[in-house]
């Protein structure tokens, strides 16, 4: 009898992993460490042996896997943060498993923590649903008629390297400047709100602190701070038109936002409202933003989304 | 026996017609004039008296009609150049046909046109793929794993309306400024050469003409005249970034150029390619552009391929 589903969250310090019911409720979760050792060839063995100690393999129907890095047809392109170059993680895991008879899937963490959100968290029952994740850096994932977009490069959802800025130019991880990352992810507005505070120069709160993060500007900003205030409405700016263009390609059913960001709430949704509408008028007067519910969980229950 | 398919591409002027048989080959087509008298209420069973006069309505698998305006579920939401407002056109064909038992399918014109190159185009077999269409506006469409991305509103592929110049603002008919097609359709690349000769010093042969078109100043680009190259130049860039946005949201298989200026070739696609390149890096090396081939046939084409 196939019982379980079983999704694994592979991050770069911790993997977390979750076992599922079919119909997709939680019953226990857990997390082993990363081991990015020997350019992380371990770690796909820890995540079965970790999972041989845990559930009977031949109630399992499905294990899914979400990775930090481009996935295309199984295969990891990169992944940089577990020392991985290109890898076969789907055939790895079949190797590992002998001859049990069940489904593996593999996705881009991003992407996967989309799905957790359509399966069982504020997109629930969706079939088209858009996600942006601003945490340290920004990451997305679409799901279009259910079924994630992969893309022809492995590339779905990689909104944060959208190139949008064109003032600051802050250089960005990947190589290029002015990506969404570096001025919406929770770094990129602390990028914002310093340089704006070297060219500002009435008063503010933020003056008193050496350094800050983004829950500050955001609290300032709900505070009634002026100077706050025009910082996140650059950032909400950025994010809007870059969904503007998101949505009068693809017009979503909903679009989340995730993240250690989008603990700003409400107020970060009405931002990004104000400066999405004249972007997308008249042919969208209104669109359904919502925020994320399932917090970390969401890359384990997308993982296991994949082999419902 | 069910033997055709029928594609019906609904325009301001003209309604085209095919008659495919179930392999998407196009055995027979022709047209009959819009009439668009009493806001375009005859429009529909002009459609199926036409059907009825040439084809065994028993012998039909199913009809697709491809209408000028957003559509969804069925509906068109509104066609302003066939006088229509909120119109339930599937039901309205049904109801037409009585008790036939055939399939109905309404999409979006510029929707359809993409759908046709994936039928038998351009993109033939592709799962996923964007469509450009660059004519006197600006249109698109997006075919994700087979199907049509409709859109939660409807606007699915409405890439024309993209606001993306900051530097001229020319008014677009949908009342803002600054989209996609008021700079790249063919209309819009002659306001962009206009505006740009005003500022211009030195000699062109453009100076010669009291008013000229878009395909003059792609000639006269790949003549080597410098300043048409500089106005393409632009142009190219506005599609390049439009693009690149919608390339790391889903990633497509390919991306096609159809319509009047997709006539200036690969010359178009170069130049495109050049501005895209630095967007994307180096997420995409090299993204896979292409020609549409079907020309004003794609419509029908597409229709047919709703309803194969």
Redesign the interface.
């Known amino acids: 009898m196939k019982d379980y589903l079983i999704g694994v969250d592979i991050g770069g310090t911790t993997v977390k992993l979750g076992k599922f019911n079919l119909d997709g409720v939680l019953l226990e979760k857990w997390d082993i460490p990363t081991n990015r050792s020997d350019h992380g060839r371990h770690i796909a063995k820890d995540v079965i042996d970790s999972i041989y100690s845990r559930v009977r393999m031949d109630a399992i129907k499905g294990i899914g896997l979400g990775v930090p890095g ?1 996935v295309k047809d199984g295969i990891v392109l990169r992944a940089v943060n577990l020392g991985w170059g290109k890898t076969h993680l789907e055939e790895t895991v079949r190797a590992l498993l002998g001859n049990q008879d069940l489904e593996i899937a593999v996705g881009n963490d991003a992407n996967v923590a989309a799905a957790g959100e359509v399966f069982q968290g504020a997109a629930k029952g969706c079939r ?1 649903v ?1 996600m942006l994740t601003l945490g340290t850096g920004v990451g997305g994932g ?1 799901i ?2 259910g ?1 994630l ?11 944060g ?3 949008i800025d064109t003032t600051h130019k802050f250089a960005c991880n ?3 400047a002015g990506c969404l990352e570096t001025v919406t992810s929770a770094t990129g507005i602390v990028n914002v709100a310093k340089k704006r505070l070297l060219e500002f120069k009435g008063e503010t709160p933020l003056h008193s602190f050496e350094s800050f993060s983004a829950k500050k500007v955001f609290d300032f900003a709900k505070a009634g701070d002026p100077f706050c205030q025009t910082v996140i409405d650059e950032v909400a700016d950025y994010l809007a ?2 969904l ?10 909903v679009i989340l936002f995730g993240g250690g960001v989008s603990l700003a709430g409400e107020y970060l949704i009405e931002q990004v409202k104000k400066h999405f509408r ?2 997308v ?4 007067h209104e669109a ?1 933003f919502a925020l994320a519910t399932l917090g970390n969980d969401a890359g384990i229950y997308g993982a296991a989304y994949l082999v419902r």
Chains 1, 2 share one sequence.
């Open positions: 481009p088209n858009v679409i279009q008629d079924k977009i992969e893309g022809a490069h492995g590339v779905g959802g990689e909104f390297h959208i190139v990947c190589g290029k038109y870059a503007s263009i998101v949505t009068l390609s693809i017009d979503p059913d004249p972007y008028e008249p042919f969208i359904n």
